[in-house]
């Protein structure tokens, strides 16, 4: 970024803060997103601007000012009202966006005053923005949450750079014309500098929308990804996949005082194979589905009985929301259903897990893992799946992976790659995976951690960033010259 700085806006701050007997309490926040970008600022210098939850603004401003301390960045709160949080988080990101762009329209409550909440939770946050924004400091947004910072971002600040990054997939048109605040909607995601998706299918569908509902807009295919001109404003299309820190899960993997947990936990199972599935607790991760998969393994294939051992990891997500804690007793009652049926003396098929696990103590059970079953209904990318593989440092994992993950367009080629509807074929590829030769394994696991050392999280980041630096040039002010809209926006604005 040479002498810029990095501005990083997301719902999330890399701590959490909350109430607590004596006042506040400050822990690390958990999630993918959270993980990717906490190793991307430890290496650019700047700030990270997030949501801080309620409460007395000059205390969490405090605690935040001491969290920094323990980062190479600045934390920056944006505390919103309770009214706030609904509307805009629970309301318009979790009961609109989230279920609609993952397929499941059907789960969606279009409440106007929640796009009202959405508008106005963006304004505040492009408010705060602009006031840390620097010469030439590139403001990276993330995530469906802030679609329309870039916009309220414009007409603040002409200065610096502004990219926006989607970390869950993007609908086609038959789905995404389902918002009603759709046009308005893509084009405050036109109106940054540079926009990523995760895979080849999003960006196709986000481009395939635009022509669809956007006006006039003019799409120029260039070697380094799309441009797309819309009302006087060049922004570039381009797919950048979300990737970790490798080393940071290998070098930890690799520990002596690991090494020996993993030996403990692997003697705990009496030789039995490991299958792992690791999720936050969400609708679309595939938990049920994964289950009632596992219970079908066990009743058509009898030699799996007392063989194999699930440990189920369950990370606690949104649980103020009715049909998350639906999800948490559905899961649960499934695992008691198969432990009832199963179960005999030494042997228990499931152990469920619900809690936040720390990261050396989530890396020991990548590490003893035998399988990781990653089975998402859909999902943007899936870092899951690329840390069991960054923490197999023996090589001898198997990864059966499901195929709507976005990671599957990059690890397809060394897992199994299975359908999350399909009870069959997960059952079957977790005996394929069970029965692989060793050599299998080490080709297939060896194959991956090769790919994943060398597109790790820092590739992503630069490769994001250098697009960002080099997007507003003559070339494509002058293309686009003949492609800008000069009509008004065609849907419902702020």
Not at 239 to 244: C, L, Y
């Amino acid at each position: 970024m040479s002498d810029s700085r990095l501005i990083v806006v997301s719902n999330r701050l890399p701590v959490s803060i909350e109430p607590s007997a004596d006042g506040y309490k400050v822990t690390a926040s958990s999630g993918g997103l959270v993980t990717a970008l906490d190793s991307v600022l430890r290496k650019y210098s700047g700030v990270w601007i997030g949501h801080a939850g309620e409460g007395n603004n000059a205390r969490i401003a405090r605690l935040l000012e001491l969290a920094s301390i323990d980062h190479s960045y600045k934390i920056e709160p944006v505390t919103l009202s309770a009214e706030e949080i609904a509307g805009f988080y629970y309301g318009y990101s979790n009961e609109i966006v989230w279920p609609l762009f993952h397929d499941l329209q059907s789960r969606c409550n279009f409440d106007p005053e929640y796009w009202s909440a959405y508008c106005s939770v963006n304004r505040r946050f492009a408010e705060a923005t602009s006031t840390f924004m620097k010469g030439d400091d590139f403001v990276w947004v993330h995530d469906y949450h802030f679609a329309l910072v870039g916009r309220y971002l414009r007409e603040r600040t002409s200065g610096g750079g502004i990219g926006f990054f989607q970390h869950i997939p993007f609908p086609p048109p038959d789905i995404f014309e389902k918002l009603p605040w759709r046009a308005a909607m893509l084009e405050g995601m036109l109106a940054y500098d540079v926009l990523g998706f995760q895979t080849d299918r999003d960006q196709r569908n986000f481009l395939a929308c635009v022509r669809t509902i956007v006006p006039r807009v003019g799409v120029v295919q260039r070697p380094n990804g799309f441009h797309l001109h819309h009302r006087k404003h060049c922004a570039r299309i381009a797919v950048f996949p979300v990737s970790i820190d490798f080393h940071e899960f290998a070098d930890v993997a690799a520990r002596d005082d690991v090494t020996a947990k993993v030996r403990r936990l692997r003697q705990e199972q009496q030789g039995r194979k490991i299958i792992l599935g690791v999720d936050r607790l969400d609708y679309t991760k595939g938990i049920v589905e994964r289950l009632r998969a596992f219970r079908h393994l066990l009743r058509n294939w009898p030699g799996m009985k007392r063989a194999v051992t699930l440990l189920q990891l369950v990370v606690p997500s949104r649980e103020d929301i009715p049909k998350y804690r639906e999800l948490k007793e559905e899961v649960e009652r499934l695992v008691s259903e198969i432990n009832g049926e199963f179960s005999d003396a030494g042997w228990v098929p499931v152990h469920y897990f619900y809690r936040q696990l720390e990261r050396e103590e989530l890396i020991v059970h990548y590490r003893a893992a035998d399988i990781a079953l990653v089975t998402p209904l859909k999902d943007g990318m899936n870092l899951v799946s690329k840390e069991y593989c960054a923490a197999q440092v023996g090589e001898t994992g198997a990864l059966v992976l499901s195929e709507f993950a976005g990671s599957a367009a990059q690890l397809g080629p060394g897992a199994l790659l299975v359908n999350p509807n399909d009870q069959q074929a997960i059952a079957e590829a977790l005996v394929q995976a069970c029965q692989m030769p060793v050599t299998e394994r080490i080709w297939r696991m060896g194959l991956l951690r090769r790919f994943l050392r060398q597109n790790d999280v820092y590739d992503w980041a630069e490769s994001f960033l250098d697009a960002g630096r080099n997007m507003i040039d003559d070339s494509c002010l002058t293309a686009g010259n003949a492609a800008m809209s000069s009509v008004e926006p065609s849907g419902r604005t702020c």
